[in-house]
């Protein structure tokens, strides 16, 4: 079965700093999809970035952009210029398009992020 | 921008009642999703649904739940027989794509407290 492991349950930043957001995951397959999702106090989760494993090359969304390592199955969220808005939980999610659990996403814990002016 | 829209934001029941828990989904969206969060916990897929079937459901999506898309627009969720345990936030999502290609848009959440 996936899993989604995120080790870091509150983490706060200096406006305009950056921050990184740590996630590693298990799974068997050779093609999956991870996410970052974005859930800010009024509720709503917002996709941040999506990265698919069968691409090299690392996503970026503005200030937004992965770190994603395959072999070592991580997957990291990178905020650069980090702004009061960025205030947020923040939850990795992995996905796999094939068998028994396609299209669903598996979450990991999430992680409380706190911008400070 | 579209939306997913859920209704009610706060549903209070007593144990043993029947719930129904809302949705509308982006309209041209074709596959539909239930989560849920209990409190200080991760968010846990329930079940997906798709050309009006249950294309998949969790051990959690037990025979006290069951989904309907009752016309064009709603999606819902019901639980028979609530439980103390389903007090939970219940997320419904929606894409117009399946297996990630896609991606899930998720609504508000219902907060769903059962006494």
């Known amino acids: 079965a996936q899993t989604v492991t995120q080790s870091q349950p509150e983490m706060s930043v200096q406006e305009a700093e950056t921050v990184t957001l740590s996630c590693t995951y298990d799974t068997s397959e050779s093609n999956y999809y991870l996410f970052w999702y974005k859930q800010p106090p009024s509720r709503q989760m917002i996709l941040v970035i999506r990265q698919e494993a069968y691409k090299q090359q690392n996503a970026t969304e503005n200030r937004f952009s992965v770190n994603f390592q395959k072999a070592a199955k991580s997957f990291s969220l990178k905020i650069s210029d980090s702004q009061l808005g960025d205030t947020a939980m923040y939850f990795c999610a992995f996905m796999t398009p094939y068998g028994g659990s396609q299209g669903n996403l598996i979450f990991g814990k999430g992680t409380k992020l706190s911008v400070k002016p | 921008e579209p939306e997913v829209t859920q209704t009610p934001s706060h549903q209070v029941t007593q144990m043993g009642q029947e719930v129904i828990l809302r949705c509308v989904p982006i309209s041209n969206h074709l596959y539909f999703y239930w989560y849920r969060q209990i409190l200080g916990q991760k968010v846990e897929f329930l079940v997906s649904f798709y050309n009006n079937e249950i294309s998949e459901k969790s051990e959690i999506f037990d025979d006290q739940f069951s989904v309907e898309r009752p016309d064009g627009s709603n999606f819902t969720l019901k639980i028979r027989s609530t439980k103390l345990e389903d007090s939970a936030m219940y997320f419904c999502?929606?894409?117009?794509?399946?297996?990630?290609?896609?991606?899930?848009?998720f609504g508000d959440g219902t907060r769903l407290s059962i006494l």
């Open positions: 999502a929606s894409s117009d794509g399946g297996g990630g290609n896609q991606p899930q848009h």
